[in-house]
């Protein structure tokens, strides 16, 4: 039975390639070789010894070595797929072939490692990085017990064309070195990014009764968290009243807090926590003795949650839902008919939902 053709791109290989382990080395420097397949494939060491077998010196492995052949096969419809990237100091080659058989692509795939590693302008070193020791000849047949064809006959049946796909073979250079920070200056991930914003909503709590809410702040931004600082004023609401005795009140407040962002794509998920200090603004009306207005001084700790969503770099629409536990809980009292009287105090919680836009600086 004629073993089955290996799957080869055509032009890499026109003569036969010697098994013998009197041929020269076609490469010798070290190389680092990473190999990723479904476990059904040969795995890295079938990898490294097909390539072994076809120089017939024993590869010196290192993972930090210059030279690097990374492959990886990926099942396809009509069977499998091998990207080899083989890269050096001078240059990146890509390879990528398809074939039915897994075992056949691996062997293909060490005869375009060996071909590229022999070119002259593909990379230098020293000769010492190739170990030499007798190795038998590797088995190419579909069947260990198969008779096997001769190097002239493995050379030839290599040459020949086959039913492959062979795509995307290309030179490319290395990429630059990431440039040199200087002195001084701080890595892109932590340099913090500026924004602005604005939101409205309602609140309940803050004031008599619910109310709404305004809130314009700036932020520094990380990718995993956030510091704001913030003015934030719920509107006058009155009290329902008892016997015509009524209350007015606003609460503004300035809030610094800070947040730990979740972050994937465009949408990001603050938490934050803070503290707040402010102050409540009240008037009675009705039949008091009395009727002036008060300012009391409040504080609290505000906790949200919140979702922000940027479809521009520069813009984000962000929304939150939270609220404030008041340490200090400002109190109104008049002066009636009927004897001193406290018409209204702050809950010790409040509540609030907002949205908004987000502008970003650079």
Same mark, same amino acid.
């Given at each position: 039975m004629a073993?089955a053709?290996p799957?080869?791109?055509?032009s890499?290989l026109?003569a036969?390639?010697?098994?013998?382990?009197t041929?020269?080395?076609p490469?010798?420097?070290?190389?680092d070789?990473r190999?990723? /397949?479904?476990?059904?494939c040969p795995d890295? +060491?079938?990898?490294?010894g097909?390539i072994?077998?076809?120089?017939?010196?024993?590869?010196?492995?290192?993972?930090e070595?210059?030279?690097?052949?990374?492959?990886? #096969?990926? =099942?396809t419809?009509e069977?499998?797929?091998l990207?080899?990237?083989?890269r050096?100091?001078?240059?990146?080659v890509?390879?990528?072939?398809?074939g =039915?058989?897994?075992d056949?692509?691996?062997?293909a795939g060490?005869?375009? $490692? !060996?071909?590229?590693?022999?070119?002259p302008?593909f *990379?230098?070193a020293?000769?010492?990085?190739l &170990?030499? $020791?007798?190795?038998?000849s590797?088995? #190419?047949?579909?069947?260990s017990?198969?008779p096997?064809?001769?190097d &002239?006959d493995?050379?030839?049946?290599?040459?020949?064309?086959?039913?492959t796909?062979?795509?995307g073979?290309e030179?490319v250079?290395?990429?630059p070195?990431p440039? &040199?920070r200087a002195?001084?200056s701080t890595?892109?991930?932590?340099?913090?990014r500026?924004?602005a914003?604005?939101?409205g909503?309602g609140?309940?709590? *803050?004031?008599?009764r619910?109310?709404?809410?305004?809130r314009?702040? !700036?932020?520094?931004?990380?990718?995993?968290a956030?510091?704001?600082l913030?003015?934030?004023h719920?509107?006058t609401?009155?009290t329902p009243?008892t016997?015509?005795?009524r209350v007015?009140?606003?609460?503004?407040?300035?809030e610094? !807090?800070?947040c730990?962002?979740?972050?994937?794509?465009?949408?990001?998920?603050p938490?934050? +926590?803070?503290?707040?200090l402010? /102050?409540?603004?009240?008037?009675a009306?009705?039949? !008091?003795?009395t009727?002036r207005?008060?300012?009391?001084?409040?504080?609290?700790l505000p906790v949200e949650a919140g979702i922000?969503?940027?479809?521009?770099?520069w813009?984000a629409?962000r /929304?939150t839902?939270g609220?404030a $536990?008041?340490?200090?809980?400002p109190?109104f009292? $008049?002066?009636?008919?009927?004897g001193?009287?406290?018409?209204?105090?702050?809950?010790?919680?409040s509540g609030?939902?907002?949205?908004?836009?987000?502008?970003?600086?650079?």
């Open positions: 073993p053709a799957i080869i791109e055509r890499a026109i036969p390639v010697k098994t013998t382990p041929a020269p080395a490469a010798s420097f070290m190389v070789v190999w990723s /397949a479904p476990s059904a890295r +060491a079938g990898f490294v097909a072994e077998g076809l120089v017939g010196h024993r590869l010196r492995l290192s993972a070595a210059g030279v690097a052949i990374d492959g990886q #096969v990926l =099942p419809a069977g499998h797929a990207r080899l990237e083989l050096s100091p001078r240059s990146l890509v390879r990528e072939l398809e =039915p058989r897994c056949e692509l691996m062997r060490a005869i375009v $490692v !060996v071909a590229q590693l022999s070119s302008d *990379a230098s020293p000769e010492s990085a &170990e030499p $020791v007798r190795l038998p590797p088995a #190419v047949g579909p069947a017990g198969e096997q064809p001769s &002239e493995a050379g030839r049946e290599l040459a020949r064309p086959i039913s796909a062979v795509r073979a030179r250079p290395p990429p070195p440039p &040199e002195p001084g890595d892109a991930r932590y340099r913090p500026g924004a914003f604005i939101m909503g609140e309940f709590g *803050a004031t008599p619910g109310t709404g809410a305004i314009g702040g !700036v932020a520094l931004r990380w990718p995993w956030r510091a704001e913030r003015a934030h719920a509107f609401r009155s009243g016997d015509g005795l007015r009140a606003s609460l503004t407040r300035g610094l !807090v800070g730990g962002v979740f972050a994937r794509g465009s949408i990001d998920l938490l934050c +926590a803070g503290v707040a402010g /102050a409540a603004i009240g008037t009306s009705g039949p !008091v003795l009727s207005t008060r300012t009391q001084l409040w504080w609290g922000g969503w940027a479809p521009l770099d813009l629409l /929304a839902l609220g $536990v008041s340490l200090r809980r109190a009292h $008049v002066q009636a008919a009927r001193p009287v406290e018409p209204y105090r702050l809950p010790a919680v609030l939902a907002l949205g908004g836009l987000e502008v970003r600086l650079p």
